[in-house]
């Protein structure tokens, strides 16, 4: 797998990561959104330096110009509820991409340690011989990712994929990284140390869906 970590550089990106992470500026679910899909800009212009282009010629009031434009057939998939922030910020960059839309979820069974990945809702076109971009912002254990990627199978099999996220935990990368194939792109804007006993990343930032859109209802 080829690993973007774009916290390597120096970007604006670090200061809206800062932002979502800090306990006080979080408590704006409004700029908590915005600062997720400023993100996904950011992400997904990256991911774009990578993707194919074609010559095309465009007619301006004054004469032609010779432009390289974007040639692939983008399929845009979130993992619903925390995705949709993140979605949006790529389909601000890719206006003309087709959207799939899939709920993931940790059911947690007796042991309160343990879960397993839920899916239960999924809409999604054709991916065959397209570019399937997977966005979930939170890349903690790396299960939710493959089990959508896996969900998404009978609907084709995609030309290429890149996986988007905010924060990921090494562990997750790492799972990820054995799992998927080769040729796969993550593009990824912080990695953290570890995983807590929960699954949950740490230092990372809590539950990006209930900061986004607030607290759910157990069950």
């Not at 959207?99 to 054709?126: G, M």
Request: net charge negative; hydrophobic share 40%.
């Amino acid at each position: 797998m080829h690993i973007h970590n774009l916290s390597n550089q120096n970007s604006i990106l670090n200061t809206f990561i800062s932002e979502i992470r800090n306990i006080d500026i979080q408590k704006d679910s409004m700029r908590f959104r915005r600062n997720i899909e400023r993100i996904g800009e950011i992400l997904g212009y990256e991911m774009s330096k990578n993707l194919s282009y074609k010559s095309a010629s465009i007619k301006t009031p004054l004469g032609t110009s010779t432009s390289n434009m974007l040639n692939n057939d983008i399929v845009l998939c979130s993992i619903l509820r925390a995705g949709v922030p993140l979605h949006n910020g790529l389909l601000n960059y890719f206006d003309t991409a087709e959207n799939a839309f899939i709920s993931a979820y940790r059911h947690h069974k007796h042991d309160p340690e343990s879960f397993e990945i839920i899916v239960e809702y999924l809409a999604c076109p054709n991916l065959e011989n397209k570019t399937l971009v997977l966005a979930d912002p939170m890349l903690a254990t790396g299960q939710s990712m493959l089990a959508t990627f896996e969900a998404l199978k009978p609907f084709g099999t995609p030309k290429e994929v890149h996986l988007i996220s905010i924060v990921g935990a090494q562990e997750g990368v790492d799972f990820i990284n054995e799992t998927f194939n080769e040729n796969t792109h993550l593009w990824i804007a912080a990695i953290d140390e570890k995983l807590n006993d929960k699954g949950y990343i740490v230092p990372g930032l809590g539950d990006a869906g209930d900061l986004a859109f607030g607290e759910k209802l157990q069950h």
